[in-house]
């Protein structure tokens, strides 16, 4: 593979549409931030997506190309509604899109696309590039997947070091120990950016939750409780709580497949599930 420097592989991240259409933070990862550097939007819970993983119910398409066809549709979840798009460039992903017949429950895989409008409003859709027609099994499953991973994510926020806010003199003796991980450096710049509400997105996932009750009753999650323990709330401006305990089970990894049930989708524990090679050039 000559002038190749290697490869890393993105990971699609279970995100709300809510979420999505909250983001406004867009950049470049590497130290040279080159062309070829993957991009990323940062949601507000501290979600670092290059792509993401959506399932939902598909309720509109039009083919609103000129001498090409380009696809839009509409995928809505518990949370809100978000445009998916797929033309000449993702053109199984359009073909797909085009023998649909709506409504009817999709996962889509994509890169999220972030527009700014000549008023200065954000808009996010998602470019798909991978589409499948999926049952509500699967749509369910994916709402209990997503509100853990938001949850767990909210957890993270709640460990980020908020600065003092008087003018008192601090030395690096006086703060506590900072945790560098990954998740939390990103919770740290999602905190920064957004000022993020914890206590207004753990309702949102409380509320998808709660969609599902009906179908939760006869599975082994009683209620959205088993999710939400242990979860930050904010109280007098400051974020408390504890990290949501961690599966045991290791993560699977795996191609998309286009199947109907959730048995050909990957294990569910983990978001590195979903993968999509990103190819690094030489600048």
């Given at each position: 593979m000559a002038g190749m420097t290697g490869f890393s592989r993105e990971v699609a991240r279970r995100i709300f549409a809510e979420e999505l259409k909250s983001s406004n933070y867009s950049f470049r990862d590497g130290e040279d931030q080159h062309?070829?550097?993957?991009?990323?939007?940062?949601?507000?819970?501290?979600?670092?997506?290059?792509?993401?993983?959506?399932?939902?119910?598909?309720?509109?398409?039009?083919?609103?190309?000129?001498?090409?066809?380009?696809?839009?549709?509409?995928?809505?979840?518990?949370?809100?509604?978000?445009?998916?798009y797929a033309g000449q460039y993702q053109p199984e992903a359009a073909q797909i899109l085009a023998g649909l017949e709506a409504p009817c429950f999709v996962a889509v895989v994509g890169k999220p696309n972030l527009y700014q409008t000549d008023d200065g409003n954000i808009i996010i859709s998602i470019r798909a590039e991978s589409i499948s027609r999926v049952d509500e099994f699967t749509r369910n499953q994916w709402i209990l997947d997503t509100a853990r991973r938001t949850m767990e994510r909210l957890s993270d926020l709640g460990k980020v070091r908020v600065p003092p806010a008087s003018g008192d003199f601090t030395t690096a003796d006086s703060m506590p120990a900072r945790d560098s991980s990954p998740a939390v450096l990103d919770a740290e710049r999602a905190m920064q950016h957004y000022q993020t509400d914890i206590e207004h997105f753990r309702q949102m996932a409380i509320r998808a939750l709660s969609t599902l009750k009906a179908d939760l009753s006869g599975s082994?999650?009683?209620?959205?409780?088993?999710?939400?323990?242990?979860?930050?709330?904010?109280?007098?401006?400051k974020s408390v709580g504890k990290e949501l305990e961690e599966t045991d089970a290791p993560p699977r990894k795996g191609s998309i497949k286009k199947v109907g049930s959730l048995g050909g989708w990957p294990a569910s524990d983990s978001d590195e599930e979903i993968e999509t090679i990103n190819i690094r050039k030489k600048s």
């Open positions: 062309q070829y550097a993957p991009s990323y939007l940062l949601t507000p819970t501290g979600a670092k997506c290059n792509r993401v993983f959506l399932v939902g119910t598909l309720t509109e398409k039009d083919d609103i190309g000129g001498d090409t066809e380009y696809w839009r549709g509409r995928v809505v979840d518990p949370t809100g509604s978000i445009l998916i082994t999650i009683a209620d959205e409780s088993a999710l939400v323990k242990g979860v930050p709330v904010q109280a007098g401006g």
